[in-house]
């Protein structure tokens, strides 16, 4: 088994600033069968979707992992342990390396605040309409 890459040019990023392009990526999980004497790729699974401008942002690239590894999860009676490993390594050196449990617990703690600004503004806002 093994990762085919496939990517699209965008003409404008996800996420940043605008007038920058932007390349979105797939990864699918394949493996390698002989169709009437010729090696052919059969689709396992289609793994997750990205784009460059999304790598580029932690909370983002968490979102990405957390997505790879629900799929991989899914699949486990079908790929083995050793199998995973591999695809994981290819995942890392396109992707970057899932964060840590101590990254994560900061990336918790950014979101929580950022809610809580959030409801504050939004509870500003229709205090303001109701008046």
């Not at 009676?77 to 050196?93: G, H, N, P």
């Not at 449990?101 to 939004?122: T, Y």
Request: glycine content about 4%; hydrophobic content about 40%; aromatic content about 6%.
């Amino acid at each position: 088994m093994c990762i085919r890459w496939l990517s699209r040019e965008r003409l404008t990023p996800a996420f940043g600033p605008l007038g920058k392009r932007d390349a979105h990526w797939r990864a699918i999980l394949v493996e390698a069968v002989q169709v009437r004497g010729k090696t052919k790729q059969r689709h396992i699974s289609y793994l997750v979707g990205f784009t460059e401008s999304a790598l580029a942002i932690p909370q983002q690239q968490r979102f990405i992992w957390d997505h790879i590894r629900q799929r991989l999860d899914r699949l486990r009676k079908r790929i083995s342990r050793e199998d995973r490993r591999r695809i994981e390594a290819a995942l890392i050196e396109k992707i970057g390396k899932p964060p840590t449990k101590a990254q994560r617990a900061e990336l918790d703690r950014a979101r929580k605040r950022w809610l809580g600004k959030l409801a504050k503004s939004r509870a500003k806002v229709v205090a303001r309409v109701a008046s």
